[in-house]
């Protein structure tokens, strides 16, 4: 057998050892966009262990800041050339996959959440090779995944016995063991929610009372001199309230570590695989699922694949999965919410921690905020903006300056002329108003066994804190299927 791919740790030193060596080129496409996206289907192309030690020890790449694309090319021509004898056991394409193929789960949805799903239920299963990755892009988390704020959340928004609650503050501790376990780059930066009005005082009393009363979560009031001493930047007229266990986490460090957890278990995945149809077999899925998939990477061709369990982690395609499924009266519609981001270019005024406004009742998001990525970088968004497609995701431009004036109300001394547009991202909601705090319009995550059908487990409508909450909600799915 050939080797499954890189180790976990391997992967990870070397996109550190590719962002320590072009820093000025990863910064100027910002933390979550192409050049993430170019390098996860890098580190994917690369199966064999071997190829990426000979990469780590001849630093710098050659040429690699002048020509990156150049690069990327050669290593994917390096890959078309010795793919028959170093293709993974484990990592096909959807022409390979056979429909006498009988597998235990078929996980959908290559994204942070479908991963750690498809890592958990491999590790957990008793026969290798049994859990199938369905990803109709090229490479894993390349949408919602890669193109958000990439915060620990701690859980502080979302009503008492929501699952966004439960799975966030569960899925925190679980997300910083693993980050410190296996070296996934990270960082406890702490996360100030700022007040400017006496109304928006009342908010962070409410949130305080909600936390340290409630859901036992950590939270602190930070004084006028300490708030000022920290952080002289930053304008906080009524008030500091600071969240300690909030964070911050590359996401595609976190990704590949899952990925290799996924492939060491023996799991088998399927990129560039669309699924189009899903028939229950049975009438109700008791005699297993039939799926219906299309090789997206050029030649279209369809395969059927059989499986005993079905898990729809989807995200933005979740509905539309959901709708292959159930009759007419249950389908559902999903609401697509854009977030632009802008980069900031300055070193002053200097931030160390995440700034967020007063949360607001019945908004689809959390506000205009300051967040920083591994490497301090400070960037603001997202904003809220409602999209007909999931594809809609080129940075609206014109967004920028209601973006200055609600970063200008807590950090009024920013330089607007070093804003720049950087990278948009889609939230998966399931209603129009699809609010983020709980009160009025809030939609928690459905992750349920669906009822009247056997073995589907449905994830819909899982955006913030998704990420937080991954490997939660990957515990969540087993138990569903085995408790």
């Given at each position: 057998?050939?080797?499954?791919?890189?180790?976990?740790?391997?992967?990870?030193?070397?996109?550190?050892?590719?962002?320590?060596?072009?820093?000025?080129?990863?910064?100027?496409?910002?933390?979550?966009?192409?050049?993430?996206?170019?390098?996860?289907?890098?580190?994917?192309?690369?199966?064999?262990?071997?190829?990426?030690?000979?990469?780590?020890?001849?630093?710098?790449?050659?040429?690699?800041?002048?020509?990156?694309h150049t690069i990327l090319s050669s290593l994917s021509t390096h890959h078309q050339q010795s793919h028959s004898r170093r293709l993974s056991s484990h990592t096909v394409s959807v022409s390979q996959l056979r429909a006498d193929h009988d597998f235990t789960h078929a996980v959908i949805g290559g994204g942070v959440v479908g991963l750690a799903i498809a890592q958990e239920l491999a590790r957990r299963s008793s026969r290798p090779g049994s859990t199938l990755l369905l990803e109709q892009h090229t490479a894993v988390g390349t949408e919602t995944s890669s193109r958000n704020s990439e915060v620990i959340h701690a859980g502080i928004y979302y009503g008492a016995t929501s699952l966004k609650t439960e799975l966030c503050i569960s899925g925190k501790q679980l997300l910083y063991s693993l980050c410190e376990k296996e070296g996934i780059p990270h960082r406890r930066t702490g996360k100030w929610i700022v007040a400017q009005t006496d109304a928006q005082?009342?908010?962070?009393?409410?949130?305080?009372?909600?936390?340290?009363?409630?859901?036992?979560?950590?939270?602190?009031?930070?004084?006028?001199?300490?708030?000022?001493?920290?952080?002289?930047?930053?304008?906080?007229?009524?008030?500091?309230?600071?969240?300690?266990?909030?964070?911050?986490?590359?996401?595609?460090?976190?990704?590949?570590?899952?990925?290799?957890?996924?492939?060491?278990?023996?799991?088998?995945?399927?990129?560039?695989?669309?699924?189009?149809?899903?028939?229950?077999?049975?009438?109700?899925?008791?005699?297993?699922?039939?799926?219906?998939?299309?090789?997206?990477?050029?030649?279209?061709?369809?395969?059927?694949?059989?499986?005993?369990?079905?898990?729809?982690?989807?995200?933005?395609?979740?509905?539309?999965?959901?709708?292959?499924?159930?009759?007419?009266?249950?389908?559902?519609?999903?609401?697509?919410?854009?977030?632009?981001?802008?980069?900031?270019?300055?070193?002053?005024?200097?931030?160390?921690?995440?700034?967020?406004?007063?949360?607001?009742?019945?908004?689809?998001?959390?506000?205009?905020?300051?967040?920083?990525?591994?490497?301090?970088?400070?960037?603001?968004?997202?904003?809220?903006?409602?999209?007909?497609?999931?594809?809609?995701?080129?940075?609206?431009?014109?967004?920028?300056?209601?973006?200055?004036?609600?970063?200008?109300?807590?950090?009024?001394?920013?330089?607007?002329?070093?804003?720049?547009?950087?990278?948009?991202?889609?939230?998966?909601?399931?209603?129009?108003?699809?609010?983020?705090?709980?009160?009025?319009?809030?939609?928690?995550?459905?992750?349920?066994?669906?009822?009247?059908?056997?073995?589907?487990?449905?994830?819909?409508?899982?955006?913030?804190?998704?990420?937080?909450?991954?490997?939660?909600?990957?515990?969540?799915?087993?138990?569903?299927?085995?408790?």
């Open positions: 057998m050939t080797p499954a791919g890189p180790s976990v740790p391997l992967a990870i030193q070397s996109y550190a050892l590719f962002c320590a060596e072009n820093r000025s080129f990863t910064s100027s496409f910002g933390s979550n966009g192409a050049v993430k996206q170019m390098y996860t289907s890098f580190c994917l192309a690369i199966t064999s262990e071997k190829v990426i030690r000979s990469i780590i020890q001849s630093r710098p790449l050659p040429g690699f800041r002048s020509r990156p005082r009342e908010a962070l009393q409410r949130v305080y009372d909600f936390c340290t009363q409630e859901i036992h979560v950590p939270m602190r009031w930070v004084g006028a001199e300490e708030a000022a001493r920290r952080e002289p930047a930053v304008r906080a007229e009524k008030g500091v309230l600071e969240s300690p266990t909030t964070g911050i986490i590359d996401s595609h460090s976190l990704m590949m570590c899952l990925l290799g957890k996924f492939e060491d278990a023996g799991g088998t995945l399927a990129l560039g695989s669309r699924v189009e149809a899903i028939t229950p077999l049975g009438g109700d899925g008791s005699q297993g699922w039939k799926l219906t998939v299309r090789d997206t990477t050029g030649s279209g061709e369809l395969s059927t694949i059989t499986a005993d369990t079905l898990i729809n982690a989807a995200g933005l395609g979740a509905v539309a999965v959901h709708n292959m499924i159930v009759p007419p009266d249950r389908k559902r519609k999903m609401f697509y919410a854009k977030g632009n981001y802008f980069s900031y270019g300055g070193s002053s005024p200097k931030v160390s921690t995440l700034i967020y406004p007063a949360p607001e009742p019945g908004h689809a998001g959390l506000g205009t905020h300051l967040t920083l990525d591994i490497g301090g970088r400070i960037k603001f968004g997202p904003d809220v903006e409602w999209v007909d497609s999931p594809e809609d995701l080129s940075v609206n431009e014109s967004r920028l300056s209601e973006t200055i004036r609600e970063v200008k109300k807590y950090l009024p001394a920013l330089d607007e002329t070093l804003l720049r547009p950087d990278y948009a991202g889609i939230r998966p909601k399931l209603g129009r108003q699809g609010a983020v705090v709980s009160g009025k319009g809030f939609i928690d995550f459905v992750i349920q066994r669906e009822e009247g059908y056997h073995g589907w487990i449905n994830l819909l409508g899982i955006e913030s804190p998704g990420l937080t909450s991954s490997l939660a909600i990957a515990e969540k799915v087993r138990k569903l299927l085995y408790q």
